[in-house]
């Protein structure tokens, strides 16, 4: 059975007309806070086997933070369809493709959706 984790982006720059919605970064209060979230999983003795994100500068800016912090080593991978709305039996049918020896997967996404699921 996998153990899925889901997690929001940490706290992004507010939108601009100079910068697309992807293109958003983390601020330094952010940053800050996704450094406190990694240690929490490093304290819960939580290490990814696969660590998937959103294309948005700020989803993968939150995920390789948290790859540093928690020593991942593997790659993380990149799924375009976190960025956008997706449906609960869509996301379930995404888990059902992943390979068998990804025990512990860690998303990281947008609001809504990460938070309906």
Do not use: W
Request: charged share 15%; glycine share 4%.
């Amino acid at each position: 059975m996998k153990r899925i984790l889901l997690m929001r982006h940490s706290v992004a720059e507010h939108g601009s007309t100079d910068i697309t919605d992807e293109e958003r970064s983390l601020t330094a209060h952010g940053l800050v806070l996704i450094k406190t979230q990694a240690l929490k999983l490093q304290q819960a003795s939580i290490l990814p086997d696969l660590l998937i994100s959103s294309h948005a500068i700020r989803a993968n800016y939150t995920a390789t933070i948290l790859a540093v912090h928690l020593g991942f080593t593997n790659q993380i991978k990149v799924e375009p369809f976190l960025y956008r709305d997706f449906t609960t039996p869509q996301f379930i049918n995404y888990v059902h493709i992943l390979p068998e020896t990804c025990n512990t997967v860690l998303f990281v996404g947008h609001n809504p959706t990460i938070s309906t699921l």
